[in-house]
């Protein structure tokens, strides 16, 4: 089994003044093994703080500057996540989405830019494609704060969902 932290559009220090310790509380409390930001990290200090705590992919979103890869595929215990900000789509629906967790051949896309929580999981074109956003643990967008902590295990995927401000959902 690997855990993996797994959040978005943090926006330090850019529209924000902080990041919650519930994030780094929690990354370090369930051992995340690799943390995925996709996108809109906006200070590499950032990521260096996230380092300390495990491997950190990030890719860049659209106020990122140019250090990041525009999108990334990565495999953990040989399930495919492919990880984008989303901002290069003039749509950021689901079937834009789907298309392109096609055309990565990934099993899990990892996106961002909305800010706002979003899972599902599809059958698409004889393929199960599960698309994440953790939404953004500082400025939301219509909703909640939010990140995700994940764990894969036997190419099956769980995670939970944590509010900084309140408690944790579960998804299968």
Known sequence: ????????????????????DLVFEKFHEKNVELIIHAGDLTAPSVKE??????????VRGNLDQPI????EIVEVEDLKIGILHGHQFLSLDTQTLKYKALEMD????????????????????????????PGSPTVPRRSDPTFVIGDIKDRKFHFSVFKPWETQWKYP
Not at 2 to 11: A, E
Not at 122 to 132: G, H, N, Q, R
């Open 1 to 20: 089994m690997v855990r993996i932290g797994i959040l978005s559009d943090t926006h330090y220090p850019d529209k924000t003044s902080y990041i919650p």
């Open 49 to 58: 703080v996230l380092e300390s705590i495990a491997p950190v992919v990030v």
């Open 68 to 71: 990041f890869p525009e999108e």
């Open 106 to 133: 990934v099993d899990i896309l990892i996106f961002g830019h909305t800010h706002r929580f979003f899972y599902d999981v599809y059958e698409f074109m004889e393929k199960k494609i599960a698309l994440l956003n």
